[in-house]
């Protein structure tokens, strides 16, 4: 199993540039998230799914959408970058909701 | 909403034990999480207390008061490796949904 899989490792956007960070777990896991993680701050929820088709806000949607196709995939679309958004974006997966959650290695993006 | 107080930073001598502190305020506590983050590297899941008392893990013990609002994580015979960041997370049941709310973390630097 490969766990939980991020593209790509490393981006550098400029300001009003568009991208989407792919992630991707092959562990069947219904429950899939999307974490920023700026220096010195904990990780902050920026959107969940339960399952394909369902998606809900968390704690910092604003420049960010997010589909759920499938089970496996749970893509992240930043649209119009702007500097706020310099980050590591990390995705996660778990077996139940808000349980012990994996990690994929994360996406490190600048917006100049 | 929820609070979460972790240590900066910490530092400790290798072989020895340190205790990491972490305490919440939540209004639907449903259990807490450590995990640790290595430096450019993605968190990984080393504990989970939702009952009161002490979870020992090999080296890694973590305890739960939520009386207090309080947990520690206990790390013994330091080792170099363990220097790490290790993040506090608590599950809260607020509004019929489950969220996880990370704390910053605190960063482990182990000396020799």
């Known amino acids: 199993n490969a766990g939980v899989t991020q593209t790509p490792k490393f981006r550098i956007l400029k300001i009003g540039q568009s991208m989407t960070l792919q992630c991707t777990q092959d562990?069947?896991?219904?429950?899939m998230y999307w974490y920023r993680q700026d220096p010195g701050m904990g990780l902050k929820l920026i959107y969940y799914s339960v399952g394909a088709g369902i998606t809900d806000k968390g704690e910092v949607p604003n420049g960010y959408n997010v589909s759920r196709s499938t089970t496996e995939d749970f893509p992240l679309r930043l649209e119009l970058a702007a500097p706020s958004q310099t980050s590591v974006y990390f995705c996660a997966s778990s077996l139940l909701l808000a349980d012990e959650q994996y990690f994929g290695p994360g996406t490190r993006l600048t917006v100049t | 909403g929820q609070n979460i107080d972790q240590p900066t930073e910490m530092t400790a001598t290798e072989g020895a034990i340190v205790q990491i502190n972490c305490t919440y305020q939540?209004?639907?506590?449903?259990?807490l999480f450590w995990y640790q983050q290595h430096a450019g590297e993605a968190p990984t899941f080393l504990s989970y207390?939702?009952?009161?008392g002490l979870e020992e893990k090999g080296r890694f013990s973590s305890f739960l008061s939520r009386s207090k609002g309080y947990s520690y994580l206990l790390l013994k015979e330091l080792q170099m490796k363990d220097s790490a960041s290790y993040l506090c997370a608590v599950k809260d049941s607020g509004a019929g949904s489950y969220q996880l709310t990370f704390g910053k973390g605190t960063k482990l630097s182990v000396i020799p």
């Open positions: 207390n939702v009952l009161d």
């Open positions: 939540t209004s639907g506590f449903n259990g």
């Open positions: 562990m069947n896991h219904n429950y």
